[in-house]
């Protein structure tokens, strides 16, 4: 079994911010999949997509973005599922919007949600992160992740939702190495 978590905070007020961008990818992997979200046996809802030989756990954490490792660990834990079949997908200020990164292990990178999960799993779990720009460094940064995307931004965000969305299913079907391969590269912009 494979767990992929997408990071976001739950509630309207929140949907389309730069922070959320990690639930927009579950979702669009949900719905290529014709998947449906149901509770979790922890704060979180989650997809169970079938395959022949496994099944990969969708989910989003309902238990805002700072605590995430509760919901991520609490599922991993009732699942028994191992930290190499783990992937948390998430914004990233420090790429530039659009850009996807992809590694098997890492620290949290001034992010919250990784911060949590660490304090919980350790460091030893993909992640994918998405570029949503840091935007004016005069601007507090939470306000930036907290406010939604310019509308010179929404053709960029979207297509770097689809690619996170080919980069999942990729890291599912065929492994990090080659996930990593095809979607961290600069020039890829397909």
């Not at 309207?12 to 911010?17: D, E, L, S």
């Not at 756990?57 to 509760?70: A, C, R, Y």
């Not at 992937?87 to 620290?107: A, K, S």
């Not at 840091?134 to 310019?150: K, M, N, T, Y």
């Amino acid at each position: 079994m494979k767990l992929v978590a997408g990071l976001g905070n739950p509630g309207a007020q929140y949907r389309g911010t730069r922070h959320n961008v990690g639930f927009e990818v579950i979702d669009l992997v949900a719905r290529r999949h014709g998947l449906i979200f149901d509770g979790a046996p922890t704060e979180a809802v989650q997809a169970r997509w079938r395959r022949a030989d496994d099944t990969v756990m969708l989910v989003k954490p309902l238990t805002f973005m700072n605590v995430s490792g509760e919901a991520v660990g609490a599922l991993s834990r009732f699942y028994k599922i191992e930290l190499s079949d783990v992937l948390i997908v998430c914004d990233d200020v420090y790429l530039e919007l659009g850009r996807l990164r992809m590694r098997g292990n890492g620290g949290e990178g001034g992010h919250n949600g990784l911060r949590s999960i660490a304090e919980v799993l350790g460091t030893e779990y993909a992640r994918l992160r998405i570029g949503v720009g840091r935007g004016d460094a005069r601007r507090e940064l939470g306000d930036h992740v907290l406010g939604r995307f310019e509308p010179d931004e929404l053709a960029g965000i979207e297509a770097a939702v689809t690619r996170a969305a080919d980069a999942v299913e990729s890291w599912v079907n065929d492994g990090l190495v080659k996930a990593m391969n095809v979607f961290n590269r600069s020039d890829d912009t397909d």
